[in-house]
């Protein structure tokens, strides 16, 4: 066989130092035809550094690596595509576009990079440009190489193979890189100073920083349990809401906006979690929608939801402060106007039901002179048909009135 000498010789590539390791040929650079999977910029980086450093490319070394950090820094974090954007990688490595183009060549043959797009000079005649090309676009890709080499364990070939764990070699393989070195090459320019060693962290709390509350919970709830995670109820109370129970507050909500008129504008979540109370207690739609009219009469709250909460809440309380056992100590025959009531009413007189509640409590709000008329002469009547809302709104007109 005849020497190579002279031109001819500087000119061949020199021999690989792996006999065994091959370069990628170009008919499978592509991303349809590679056999290196697919990779995410944060993988795709330390596998790149551990292919220059292993020496399989004879041409590959510190400038191949500042292509593929600034490759990396512009990859898409989740498909691991590219733009190729030749003039300004050269600008951003300071090197020539002959150079990046030299160093694009050796990842493809590495393995790290496949053609997703072929770029072409064509115009597209694209509407109020006068020139306008396609981009090439590169996919991050990992070789076999490097999988062999850190026991990793793949699911299918190609392209679209996954990772699936590392095998016994590899996890001792990782362990013994967690003491070295992470990778084969040191990237630290000559001359460079170690840092210094960081002092321990103080013992003693830090400033004033109150400690945690963890009572209402853990941040991090399995799938099993996402569903009975307690949260706040009626009265301040941790009580589980299922999935379903939520659907039918907002099922609700949307039945009482629409009568409700200054409740239009909160959103359907918002108002069936302001509305949980009410729902508590047993009130369909149209019993709740009666409690909120009188809730606001004369004008239109900006948050809906939170001054139903407020509101709700301000009601509560007088109810926690009394007494559990007032009511059971109470006399209803030592009640005057209760027994004159019982003395005095109608023997044929219908049982009033809940619908003639709902009606009254729904629709008396412009009677309100009748209402007051009739609390005058009969307030727990009033207040069984009415509510209590509908007669402080009623004997209030009356009183301005007079």
Same mark, same amino acid.
Request: aromatic content about 8%.
């Given at each position: 066989m005849r020497r190579t000498t002279g031109a001819a010789s500087r000119c061949a590539p020199p021999a690989c130092p792996d006999p &065994?390791?091959?370069?990628?040929?170009r008919a499978s650079q592509e991303v349809d035809s590679t056999s290196a999977r697919r990779s995410q910029p944060r993988a795709w980086l330390p596998a790149v550094t551990w292919l220059v450093g292993a020496g399989l490319h004879p041409r590959a070394g510190g400038t191949t690596l500042a292509v593929a950090r600034d490759l990396a820094a512009r990859m898409?974090?989740?498909? /691991?595509? &590219?733009?190729?954007?030749l003039e300004g990688t050269a600008a951003r490595c300071g090197v020539s576009t002959a150079t990046v183009k030299r160093h694009v060549r050796v990842l493809r043959e590495l393995g790290a990079l496949a053609w997703h797009r072929h770029g072409s000079k064509?115009?597209? @005649?694209?509407?109020?440009?006068? +020139?306008?090309?396609?981009?090439?676009?590169?996919?991050?890709?990992?070789?076999?190489a490097y999988d062999t080499a850190? /026991?990793? @364990?793949?699911?299918?070939?190609?392209y679209g193979a996954r990772l699936l764990g590392v095998t016994a070699e590899g996890r001792m393989r990782a362990v013994g890189a967690g003491r070295a070195t992470p990778h084969p090459v040191d990237n630290r320019h000559q001359g460079a100073v170690r840092p210094a060693s960081r002092a321990p962290h103080s013992p003693v709390p830090h400033h004033d920083v109150p400690r945690a509350d963890l009572d209402g919970g853990i941040n991090y709830t399995s799938r099993a349990n996402r569903s009975t995670r307690r949260v706040r109820g009626s009265g301040g109370r941790p009580s589980p809401r299922s999935p379903w129970q939520v659907a039918r507050d907002i099922g609700i909500a949307r039945q009482v906006r629409p009568l409700v008129g200054?409740?239009?504008?909160?959103?359907? @979540?918002?108002?069936?979690?302001?509305?949980?109370?009410?729902?508590?207690? /047993?009130?369909?739609?149209?019993?709740?929608?009666?409690?909120?009219?009188?809730?606001?009469v004369d004008w239109r709250p900006a948050r809906p939801a939170a001054y139903i909460t407020a509101a709700l809440a301000r009601d509560r309380r007088p109810e926690a402060a009394r007494r559990p056992d007032e009511e059971l100590t109470a006399d209803p025959a030592a009640h005057q106007e209760w027994q004159w009531w019982l003395n005095n009413r109608r023997a044929d007189t219908p049982a009033r039901t809940d619908d003639d509640r709902r009606h009254a409590r729904l629709y008396a709000w412009d009677r309100w002179h009748e209402v007051a008329a009739h609390y005058d002469q009969d307030p727990?009547?009033?207040?069984?048909? +009415?509510?209590? @809302?509908?007669?402080?709104?009623? &004997?209030?007109?009356?009183?301005?009135?007079?």
């Open positions: &065994v390791w091959t370069r990628v040929p898409d974090y989740r498909l /691991g595509l &590219v733009l190729y954007d064509k115009n597209l @005649r694209l509407p109020g440009r006068s +020139y306008t090309a396609t981009a090439t676009i590169y996919a991050a890709t990992i070789p076999a850190m /026991g990793h @364990r793949l699911d299918g070939t190609g200054w409740t239009r504008r909160e959103g359907l @979540r918002r108002l069936g979690f302001a509305l949980r109370p009410l729902i508590d207690r /047993g009130l369909e739609a149209h019993d709740i929608a009666a409690e909120l009219i009188g809730l606001a727990d009547d009033a207040l069984d048909l +009415y509510g209590t @809302r509908l007669c402080a709104y009623a &004997v209030k007109r009356a009183a301005r009135t007079a």
